[in-house]
Each structure stands twice: as C-alpha cells, then as structure tokens.
C-alpha cells in the first residue's frame, strides 16, 4: 500500500494571509492567522505532486481522507503544558554545563559562571532554558551519570529560583529522576528516549512535557557516514512509529515536542533537505523545535570554521525556520537571535 504524506507550502504571512484566510483562500499555519497556506504537497516515496487547497475535494476518497485527516493537524493550534506560543518562534537558550561542548564547552562548568549566564539568557529574552552537563557532539563519549548530575544540580536550582522555565538536556534517567524533585520543567533527550529503557516509565509518572529527539546512531558514532532512503520521510516515519510507542506505554498527554535533530546523524546534504522541508513535521500534530544554533551546516556553507562566528548563519537559518511555522528555536545567541527575529516579524507581521 503507498504511504503519503502531506507538506504545508505556498505560505503567506502578515495582513496578506489575515486577508486570504478570510476570503477563505488560505488555511493557518498552528492556528496562526498570520501565517497561511493554500497549498500542500502530497509526498510518496516515489513522487510529489503540489495541489491547491480548492482542488482537495476533487481527489480520490482515500487520498482526500488522509490530506484532510493532516490538515486538521496542520492548522490546529499547539498547546504544551505551562508554554505559551506565540506567531514567531520561542527562544530555548543554551546553557553547556560540561568541558567538552563544541561551542562553549569549559565555560559554564563553575556556578558563578552559570548562574551569571543562566541570568543573561533570561534578560536576552530566553523563554526556556536548556540545561545539559553531558556534551553530545560528534565523537563526544558517554560519561557517568552521577559525573553529570553533579554538574547540573546546583544550576538547576538557582534556575528554578529565579523563575526559570527549565528543560534538562540529558539521555539518563538517574539525572531526569533526581531532578523532578527540584521542579524541572520538561525533558529534552536527544537519544529519542532510546538511550536509558527507564526513561519511559519515569515521564509516565512524572506526566512532564518532552521533545521527542531524532538521532541516528550516537554521538560517538553519528557522524560516520549517516544514511537515509530518504531523510525527510524517515524521520517523520520514526516520530510516527515512537508516538505510537509512548501511547502503548500509557503516556497519553499532548506535551510532545518534535525536534528533526539536525546535525545529529545527518551530513550537509540531510541538514538543508530537513530544514528546506520542515513544514511537513507539522501533520504530525505537535509543536516543531529546531536546534540549530552554530550548527556545522552553518560552516560547510560559509566556509569559516570557528564557531564563535557562525551568529549569521543561525539568524538566516532561524527566520526560515519562522517562515515554515516552526515553535522553538534551541540557541546559543539569544540576543542576536531574538533581534533579527523581532526587526523580521516588524517587516512582514507589523508585530
């Protein structure tokens, strides 16, 4: 039997698509008036074919139901627990408590560093912030769990105090355990629940929001040649395939957040196909989080190295992503980041 899949395109944004959807020309994009569309593109394996939304009705029954079937998921509009979305995206700012990250590794290891970065972050504008002591880098090695723990407690805490809506970065589950106590807010493991088989249970009774990550391999071995039949359809057959496994395990909340992981396991070539095609994540029926923040991408396109200098190339990157509906941007330079984003939606939403 063929699969299809259904991709959101054709956008439109600001005063022009608050016009088309009450002219009924377009649909929102998450419920988002000003983002619309009046097209999707109907995806098999073997080939893609761009409709109009006016044309659906014309269609064969089976393939109406499924194009309508996704598109009440496309247009509805995203809700997680204690998280207010807005038309632009919301900004998870970073903070690497570990020695080894590629970007900022060693700097934030102490707590007077941290908890001076952890107060910078929020007065930039970070929504959410993402705490990690284990880096996941390409050829990053596992470390203890306790090794990890001990790096984030003190930081979690004073995060917590000062308001702090807090994701922890971690694949174990003695470090989520540990701190459910100090009242984190949501999971981010990036192994998609594979790592650590107690993860499970521990979300099952914790009911706590989390991103369902995409990664093939591990950090140590992610990067050794990655293939895919095809990336987009893969990845999205993988989300398809865990959501119906955290449902079987009784996780029956909507606090899901879906993350495509670029850069976790995929080369230039899966990087821009994944970001060039994210809309189609959004049929999936949950919030979009993108961690692109001075990702290597950035530095196979531009040509510079150094990844303190790849600020650019992650605000391009970023106003993309809000032009194809996504909800969270994970990233390092929140200011930068939420300047372009607000001089942006200035231009096209009048916001």
Avoid at 85 to 99: A, H
Avoid at 141 to 160: C, F, L, P, Q
């Amino acid at each position: 039997m063929v699969k299809y899949y259904t991709r959101a395109c054709n956008f439109y944004y600001g005063q022009i698509s608050k016009d088309k959807i009450n002219k009924k020309k377009s649909l929102p994009l998450n419920g988002n008036k000003l983002i619309s569309f009046d097209s999707i593109e109907l995806i098999t394996r073997k080939k893609k074919r761009l409709i109009k939304i006016k044309n659906i009705k014309s269609l064969r029954s089976n393939v109406k139901k499924k194009i309508l079937k996704d598109l009440k998921e496309i247009t509805k509009i995203k809700k997680i627990k204690k998280i207010k979305f807005k038309p632009f995206p919301l900004l998870m700012g970073i903070l690497n408590v570990t020695p080894d990250s590629f970007s900022d590794g060693g700097k934030y290891l102490k707590s007077k560093s941290a908890n001076r970065q952890i107060n910078k972050l929020k007065k930039e504008g970070a929504e959410i912030i993402d705490i990690g002591g284990e880096s996941t880098r390409p050829n990053s090695n596992t470390i203890d769990d306790n090794i990890e723990w001990n790096r984030v407690k003190s930081k979690i805490k004073y995060a917590k105090k000062n308001g702090i809506f807090v994701s922890l970065d971690t694949r174990k589950s003695l470090v989520l355990k540990n701190s459910l106590p100090l009242k984190v807010n949501m999971l981010n493991d990036v192994s998609g629940l594979n790592f650590d088989d107690k993860m499970i249970s521990i979300l099952k009774k914790s009911k706590i929001p989390f991103v369902l990550h995409h990664m093939q391999g591990t950090p140590k071995t992610m990067q050794k040649n990655p293939k895919y039949k095809n990336v987009t359809l893969d990845i999205y057959d993988f989300f398809e395939k865990k959501l119906k496994s955290i449902r079987a395990n009784k996780i029956n909340h909507n606090n899901i957040i879906l993350d495509p992981g670029i850069g976790f396991g995929k080369n230039l070539k899966h990087n821009i196909t994944l970001l060039n095609q994210i809309s189609i994540f959004h049929s999936l029926g949950f919030p979009v989080m993108l961690g692109i923040s001075k990702k290597k991408f950035i530095k196979d396109i531009a040509g510079t190295n150094d990844s303190k200098y790849r600020a650019g190339g992650t605000a391009s990157s970023s106003i993309h992503s809000l032009m194809q509906g996504v909800q969270i941007l994970r990233v390092h330079d929140v200011n930068e980041i939420k300047q372009s984003i607000k001089v942006f939606s200035k231009i096209i939403f009048n916001k």
